[in-house]
């Protein structure tokens, strides 16, 4: 561990905050001079004030011990990127447009790897007035059925969270070309282009 590292990132991030040492250790319940000790890298925090001190400085905590936040290139946030993550202890939905550490219930989530259509996952579309009827023949059981439905296309997404037991079809508006996402609790993620 780099101290000096650590310390100015912790100064950096204090200042990018708008806090002051004493403001840093009145939230943390230490004294400032701990705070000041830590960013001229004379020391760096105990392990048990880690946690309380990466969610008071808004940092991730393996960023903040490798004393470095990974800068991106700036990509505009392009939605022909967009990644999608699930957590399989809640079945929360996460999106990205970018490379991103996510993480959902204590655990990194990695992206879910795309794959085209195929005859187990074979996505309909009817066109009905202004929508899309969308079917799948899939099965929609507990263990397995589709957890997500997802319309992207070059300035906006929509997404359907679809549930066990309830059918799998469902309406969507009718958008110039994009691309149809939906997500087999038990396969994967699945994609056709509209």
Request: a positive charge; glycine letters at 8%.
């Amino acid at each position: 561990m780099d101290h000096g590292r650590i310390g100015a990132l912790i100064l950096a991030l204090r200042k990018e905050k708008g806090m002051t040492q004493r403001q840093i250790a009145d939230v943390m319940h230490i004294s400032d001079k701990t705070v000041s000790k830590w960013e001229r890298g004379l020391g760096c925090p105990d392990v048990s004030l880690l946690g309380g001190l990466s969610k008071v400085l808004g940092v991730d905590l393996e960023n903040m011990l490798e004393g470095d936040l990974k800068k991106k290139d700036t990509d505009g946030g392009n939605m022909k990127a967009i990644k999608f993550y699930t957590c399989g202890s809640c079945n929360n939905v996460i999106t990205a447009m970018s490379g991103s550490t996510v993480s959902c219930c204590g655990r990194k989530l990695s992206a879910l790897a795309v794959q085209p259509e195929d005859s187990d996952h074979k996505i309909s579309l009817a066109d009905i007035d202004d929508e899309y009827y969308v079917t799948v023949d899939h099965p929609m059981r507990k263990d397995h059925y589709l957890s997500f439905a997802a319309l992207v296309c070059y300035d906006r997404a929509l997404l359907i969270k679809l549930y066990a037991e309830q059918s799998a079809a469902f309406r969507l508006p009718k958008m110039r070309r994009g691309k149809l996402y939906i997500c087999c609790s038990g396969h994967g993620l699945f994609v056709k282009e509209i």
